[in-house]
C-alpha cells in the first residue's frame, strides 16, 4: 500500500478524496459545496496548500522531502533550481488561496492552468534521471504525465466554471 500512495501521491489522493467530501456536505446541506466544480476548486486548493508548504518545512522532518531534495528534480536547464522550488511552492500557495476565493477563481485556475505544464519538465526530468524524492522512487512517467493531464483539466474545467468578470475588468478585456 504504502508503494502505491508513494506513486499515486499523497496530492493525488487528497484531491481525490476532498472533492467528494465537500460535495456529500452539499449534499448535507452545507450550500457552498452544491457544485462540483466549487468543490473541485476547494479540493484542489487543498492539494496546493500541501504541495506548496513542503517546499518550506525543514530539513529536519523526515516525512516530507526538502526544498534541495524538489531542487535535484529541476532540470539543468533551469537557471536556480532552489529559488525557482521557493518560487513554485509561494505560486501554488497563492494560487490555493485564489481558487477558494469566487472572485478570483478564475484568475487563480486560469494561472494553475499555465503553471501545471511548466512543472512537467522537473518530474520528468526526475524520472529519466532515478531522482528519488524523499527517498522514493521518482513517479513513472506512466503514471505522472496523465496526472498531470488530470490537473491540468480540472484547473480548466475550474476557470471554464468560474466568473471571468473581475480578470476581464482588471485586464480591460471586454465582456
Same mark, same amino acid.
Given at each position: 500500500?504504502?508503494?502505491?500512495?508513494?506513486?499515486?501521491?499523497?496530492?493525488?489522493?487528497?484531491?481525490?478524496?476532498?472533492?467528494?467530501?465537500?460535495?456529500?456536505?452539499? $449534499?448535507?446541506? #452545507?450550500?457552498?459545496?452544491?457544485?462540483?466544480?466549487?468543490?473541485?476548486?476547494?479540493?484542489?486548493?487543498?492539494?496546493?496548500?500541501?504541495?506548496?508548504?513542503?517546499?518550506?518545512?525543514?530539513?529536519?522532518?523526515? @516525512?516530507?522531502? @526538502?526544498?534541495?531534495?524538489?531542487?535535484?528534480?529541476?532540470?539543468?536547464?533551469?537557471?536556480?533550481?532552489?529559488?525557482? #522550488?521557493?518560487?513554485?511552492?509561494?505560486?501554488?500557495?497563492?494560487? $490555493?488561496?485564489?481558487?477558494?476565493?469566487?472572485?478570483?477563481?478564475? @484568475?487563480?485556475?486560469?494561472?494553475?492552468?499555465?503553471?501545471?505544464?511548466?512543472?512537467?519538465?522537473?518530474?520528468?526530468?526526475?524520472?529519466?534521471?532515478?531522482?528519488?524524492?524523499?527517498?522514493?522512487?521518482?513517479?513513472?512517467?506512466?503514471?505522472?504525465?496523465?496526472?498531470?493531464?488530470?490537473?491540468?483539466?480540472?484547473?480548466?474545467?475550474? $476557470?471554464?466554471?468560474?466568473?471571468?468578470?473581475?480578470?476581464?475588468?482588471?485586464?480591460?478585456?471586454?465582456?
Amino acid at each position: 500500500m504504502e508503494g502505491f500512495i508513494n506513486a499515486l501521491g499523497v496530492e493525488s489522493i487528497v484531491l481525490v478524496v476532498a472533492a467528494p467530501a465537500l460535495r456529500l456536505l452539499g $449534499a448535507l446541506g #452545507v450550500r457552498r459545496f452544491t457544485d462540483w466544480t466549487v468543490c473541485a476548486a476547494y479540493a484542489m486548493a487543498a492539494m496546493l496548500v500541501l504541495t506548496g508548504m513542503v517546499r518550506f518545512v525543514p530539513d529536519s522532518v523526515a @516525512s516530507m522531502p @526538502s526544498a534541495q531534495e524538489l531542487a535535484r528534480m529541476v532540470p539543468p536547464f533551469v537557471p536556480f533550481p532552489l529559488a525557482m #522550488v521557493y518560487l513554485t511552492g509561494v505560486l501554488e500557495l497563492l494560487i $490555493a488561496v485564489g481558487l477558494v476565493v469566487t472572485r478570483t477563481r478564475w @484568475s487563480a485556475a486560469a494561472g494553475l492552468a499555465v503553471m501545471l505544464p511548466l512543472l512537467l519538465p522537473a518530474n520528468i526530468y526526475a524520472a529519466l534521471n532515478d531522482i528519488p524524492l524523499n527517498g522514493a522512487e521518482a513517479t513513472p512517467l506512466w503514471l505522472r504525465i496523465p496526472q498531470q493531464a488530470a490537473y491540468i483539466a480540472i484547473a480548466v474545467w475550474i $476557470a471554464r466554471s468560474a466568473d471571468s468578470t473581475e480578470a476581464r475588468r482588471l485586464l480591460r478585456i471586454p465582456g
